[in-house]
Every structure is written in C-alpha cells, then in structure tokens.
C-alpha cells in the first residue's frame, strides 16, 4: 500500500506567541511550582462589559452569560499555552491548536487577547466589537480575523467536528500537536458535537488522533433558561464520554483559576502521554459569573443585561467585588456616558422633528407570526410548538407564553426539532418549529427534506434571514436560505415583509394545512423566512394571500418594475421615491412567494414596463428569488428586454451594528436599486 503524501505547505496565519505578560494579571503556579502570570479573569469580564455596551449603543445585541463562564477556563488555557511555547522557543500554534466552540464566547477571548496585545490587538480595537470597522465579529470569523481564530465559529456544536479534522491531520503527519477544543453545554446537544464526541476516542483508540483535550462549561444553561427544566437533563450525555472512551476529569469549580490552570496542564500532559485516550474536562460553571443579578438569573445573562452606560461603574465594582477598578475601564466607562448623552440629545431632536407624523412606529415583523398563530391555536386547531432556544427572537415566545401545554423547547439542536416535527405531523398534529434561518436551512435541510419525504409536513418560522442579523456576523447571516429550501418538493417558500403580511399568511398556512388533512389529502410544508429589525407594520398591500405577489407602488407610464421580497421590500420602495424624483415610473412587487411566484401578476407588470426588470433580496445572486422569478417569466413567456438582479456577490459577510449598513456595502440599499433601474431605463 503506497503511504499517504506529505500535507500540502500551509504557512500558519495565526500570530505568534505574545512577548509579554498580560497587562492585567493574576498569578498561579504550574506542577513545577513556578509562578505564571495569566489574564486576570476580572478584567475579561470588565472587558466584555465595556465592549458590549459599545456593541448596544450601536444597535446591535451581545453576549455577556457565556464569556464571563469561561473567564477562568480561557485565562488558565491561554496562559498554559503560552508560558509553554515561551519555555520551549516554540510557537505556542506549533505546539497547540486551540478551538472555540462557543461562539457567543468570542468576545471575552478578544479581551484576553487584547490584555497581552496578542498580534497588535490593543484595547482600542475592542471598542469597535461588531463594528462594520471591526475584525473581531460577533463570533469567531477566520476570514477576517485569522491572526485570532483558527476555525471560524458561531453556530453551536459546528467547530468541535472540525478540531476533530485537525487532530486527525496531526497524527497522520506524525505531528504531536495537542488539540484543545472548549465547548459549551447547550453546543454539546447539537447532533454535529454528538458525532464528534462518539468519533474522537473512537479514532484515537485506532492511534489516528493527535492529543486531544476538550474542555466542556457546563452550567446547564442555555439562552431562555435551565436546560434540564426547559428539556432534558444533560447528565447522562457527559456521563456516558468514559463509556464512549474519553479520560474524563471533573473540575467542580470551574472559577477557582488554579484549579481550572492545573487540571488544564495535566489533561495536556495526560493526552501527551496517551494520544489513544483524549481527555475531557467537565468542568462545572456559573453563567454570568461575576454579577449576582446575572448569575442567578434563568438565563444566565445571556446577553447584555445592562440598560444603559450609567449603570457601567457600579457593573464593574461588583465584578471586581470590593477591589479597585483598573483607572482605564473607569474612564472608557466615562466615555460611554458622554456618547449616551450626545445620542439622547440627538434622538430627542429627531422626534421632535417627526413630532406631527402620524406614521405608525415600525415594529418586528414577528408580532403577526405570534398573532397568527395564536388565533389559530384559540380557533381549537392542534398547532404544537417545537423550539430550539430561539423563540423570544422569532415570534414564537408569546404563543408559548399563552399555549405552554402546546410547547415544547428541544434545546440546541435544530435537525432534532425539525425531525420532531415531522414525527408530529404523521399523528394529528400541526407542528410550528422555529429558528434562525442560518441554522433552520443548513441544520433543518435534510429533516426537511424527509419530512416531505415522509408526508410530514411542518410549518417554519426561520427569521434572522442574510444581513438582518448583521451584529452576530458571517457565521449567522444565512445568504443561500431560498436556494436551499426551494427545490424540496411540497415546500412552500415565503418571504415576509412586514407584521401584517406575517399574520395574514402564517394564519392562511396553518388553515390550508388543516383543511387539507381534513380533505385526507397531504398538505405542503411552509417556510417563512423574515428579518430581525424593526419594519412598518404594512406597506399598504390591500390583500394578502398565499402565492400572490403585491403591487405596493404603480406609476402611470412605468418604464421598470422593482421586485423585492422580505426585508430590502423597504429599500425598494425608497427607491421607487428618488426614481420617481428623476421622472422615472417604477412598480414595486412584493414578491412573497419565492418558489411559486405569481407570474401573472408580476409578468403584468413586467409588460406594463416594457420588459424592465430590477430584483432585489438579501440573498446571494446565484440561487436566489432574481433566478427563480426570471426562469418562472421567461417560462411562462414573459418577454424581458432587460434585467438586472442584485444579490450578494459570492462573499460572505460580516458584523455591522445594522443591516443597512451591509446592503451599502453589498449594493442592496435604496441608492443602488434606483441606480440599477436607472441604467435599464437609460
């Protein structure tokens, strides 16, 4: 048998070992009694703080639950990681891979990386946290920050199969590498960290694993609440690792930093010694440790539980319980005073600017989802809620909040939800799941895919869609969800718009379903994808039904038509307003069925404009609602004269404090759109 080829070059893009010590530290000692200067655990918390509320002023969301959790975990495995590389001359990533799987912890690694200016990364950059300006994204993104992050992260349980690859690609180039992956309780749910926990020991057994310590924070919580009162315990599943072949270490106290630093160095030296037996550190952890308020709270403090920049100080005096707070977390505290002021100044003109607009405030689109679903549950339909953590941000917490019997929260584990589901849908049931689109149409698809398979059908809310999550970055912006949902047979994909369109058509969903089982017939899966933002509650459609696009704006003599779906249906009507400045007629469509779009209505229209088209989503070009709209016309005999569809280029995103930031950047916003349909007019 010929030997397998040495790897392929691959220079290391990750910065090198720091050449200093932290500049707020603490000390513990190694097994040979010498003392290490590591990040103290404080000053990560404080840092995250700070740099959330950086975050929150700008408009985007953050976390604060899961990195004050790892504080001592991550001090004690980067200080190990380093004083070892500094002991032997070598680079601390020839010596380590280290992998975070806790995505939503990202921000408090940037902080312990900025404490020792690892790679240039100073306290400044951390101000800009989620920034369109920023390398460091809501969660850990190589592409733009691969001086700081081997393997991107983000979604739960998605890095801890790909730390697996790397140990494996250490040992058959004979490399003894140690692999440290951390992870977190809720990531352990998902199927992909199951696979792994079950395939790493099963292949270091064979010798085909390097070194491998994975280092689990378990305090049984997750994002809306305990995990063992919300679904199911999760001790049998860590209690069954030793069954599965891992050496596995307690490490009751998870916040005692020379505990977390000893256990750390002896699970290397114990998987140096053995690689056929990687270890795993259960370690036990408090989310939002550090702040009583916090730490007692259901979730955790999973995200940034501060309302404003005055209650910084007295934040920080409790992290530091009685010690003096560094003089520079006070005066970027300060600073954050100084821009709420300049803000609310700002603010408090704008309305009364706007004092005499009756304009309804815009609200989430999710308010309809949840009416809808509500009246149809109050109607006596059997409509069964299936969450996967997320539902305070889909629409779904108040439906489950008025039918909790008709709820049921799986975890972290959204192909197990969908697949639920379905299972449902076969005895009677109406099944509802709900995510957000990045996780439902790469996790759900396969479920998806077999529930129609099946004739189980199910009823999606997946909201969260491209850009409209633009504060978690790349790693959540789903940019391929109706390329990836549109070709399963008995699917029906919707974009929704606004709160009325949503409680119109989930509410027609959800009757057609039921009239069709009651018919004895099988009745379609349906797909509704929607943003985060907030939107108009109506766009002024007079009607809404399922498969029929909405002319929102006509022209006398039109000379293009605007079709939109979703959430750029906004910017497109913005559009046809400068267009209309210039003396251009554009119709504005919306869409709304994506996959079945209503040829005859949108193809009128496209005749009316003498075969000019602009399309526009928040979706990548290829694949998308431009593609399936055009093939529909030109199918149905629709002559267009002349086209143009914006989509996203190829590329992925990135973290911004909003979403119109990015469509700027990607050429999605109003200017770009009344731009296009100027070029097809000219």
């Known amino acids: 048998m010929t030997e ?6 691959l220079p290391s893009r990750l910065a090198g070992t720091p050449t200093r010590d932290p500049e707020f530290f603490t000390t513990v000692k190694n097994r040979a009694g010498e003392p290490v200067k590591v990040a103290d655990p404080a000053s990560t918390r404080a840092l995250v703080a700070l740099m959330d509320m950086n975050a929150v002023m700008g408009g985007a969301a953050s976390h604060w639950g899961g990195p004050s959790a790892f504080a001592e975990l991550m001090s004690a495995t980067h200080g190990l990681m380093f004083s070892e590389a500094r002991k032997s001359g070598v680079e601390w990533h020839e010596m380590f891979s280290f992998v975070n799987d806790g995505g939503h ?24 946290f989620r920034s369109m300006d920023s390398r460091l994204t809501g969660h850990g993104e190589s592409h733009l920050y691969p001086e700081g992050v081997l393997l991107s992260n983000g979604p739960l349980g998605s890095a801890l ?20 992956a951390a992870i977190t309780d809720g990531g352990c749910m998902e199927g992909e960290a199951r696979e792994s926990m079950a395939a790493i020991p099963g292949l270091a057994a064979n010798g085909k694993m390097g070194p491998f310590v994975m280092i689990i924070s378990d305090n049984n919580t997750k994002l809306t609440g305990r995990i063992d009162k919300d679904c199911f315990s999760m001790t049998p599943t860590f209690e069954s690792l030793k069954t599965l072949g891992w050496d596995v270490v307690d490490l009751m106290e998870g916040h005692d930093l020379q505990k977390c630093f000893t256990t750390i160095e002896s699970a290397v030296e114990r998987a140096r010694r053995n690689p056929k037996k990687p270890v795993a550190i259960h370690a036990r952890t408090i989310k939002g440790y550090g702040v009583k308020k916090t730490a007692e709270s259901a979730s955790g ?11 910084l100080v007295a934040f920080l005096a409790e992290i530091y319980t009685g010690l ?8 970027w505290a300060d600073e954050h005073v100084g821009q709420a002021s300049e803000k609310a100044a ?7 600017k706007s004092a005499g607009d009756a304009k309804p405030a815009d609200i989430k689109v999710q308010v309809g989802v949840s009416k809808a679903l509500i009246a149809k549950r109050a109607a006596g339909l059997p409509v069964l809620s299936i969450s996967a953590d997320l539902p305070g941000s889909t629409g779904m917490a108040d439906f489950q909040k008025a039918y909790p019997a008709s709820t049921q929260d799986i975890g972290v584990a959204e192909s197990n939800m969908v697949s639920m589901a379905a299972g449902a849908a076969k005895f009677g049931y109406i099944p509802v799941v709900d995510t957000f689109a990045q996780f439902g149409v790469t996790k759900g698809a396969l479920p998806l895919t077999m529930a129609a398979l099946s004739q189980a059908p199910v009823i999606c809310i997946f909201s969260h869609v491209g850009f409209q999550d633009a504060a978690d970055g790349a790693s959540h912006q789903a940019l391929c969800y109706f390329a990836m949902t549109s070709g399963i047979p008995h699917t029906r994909v919707v974009a929704l718009s606004c709160s009325d369109e949503a409680e119109a058509l989930v509410g027609q969903a959800v009757d057609e379903y039921a009239a069709a089982v009651k018919s004895g017939k099988t009745p379609e899966s349906y797909v509704f994808f929607l943003g985060r933002e907030n939107f108009p509650p109506s766009y002024g459609a007079k009607s809404y039904r399922l498969g029929s696009a909405q002319v929102l704006r006509d022209a006398d003599k039109p000379s293009v038509v605007i079709a939109a779906a979703g959430a750029t249906v906004g910017q497109a009507l913005a559009a046809a307003d400068k267009l209309a400045k210039d003396g251009v007629g554009a119709i504005v469509v919306n869409v709304s069925s994506i996959n079945h779009p209503d040829v005859k209505s949108i193809g009128d229209a496209v005749k009316r404009a003498g075969g000019r088209l602009v399309t526009v989503e928040d979706h990548q070009r290829i694949g998308g609602m431009g593609a399936i709209l055009t093939q529909a016309l030109l199918q ?17 995103g990135q973290s911004a404090y909003n979403a119109i930031d990015l469509y700027k950047k990607h050429g999605l916003d109003a200017d770009a759109i009344a731009k296009a349909a100027a070029q097809l007019v000219k």
């Open 636 to 652: 149905a005999g629709v002559e267009l004269k002349r086209v143009r569809a914006l989509g996203v280029e190829g590329e992925f």
């Open 301 to 311: 403090g999973h995200g940034f539980p501060l309302k404003g920049p005055d209650e």
């Open 105 to 128: 912890c990202e921000n408090g690694l940037y902080a312990l990386k900025a404490n020792y200016g690892f790679g240039g990364l100073k306290f400044e950059e951390l101000k800009k």
């Open 346 to 352: 700002k603010k408090a003109a704008a309305q009364a």
């Open 4 to 9: 397998m080829p040495a790897p392929l070059s």
């Open 324 to 331: 003096e707070v560094p003089k520079l977390f006070l005066l």
């Open 161 to 180: 199969p790909q730390s697996q690859g790397l140990a494996f690609a250490d040992a058959m180039a004979g490399k003894k590498r140690v692999t440290i």
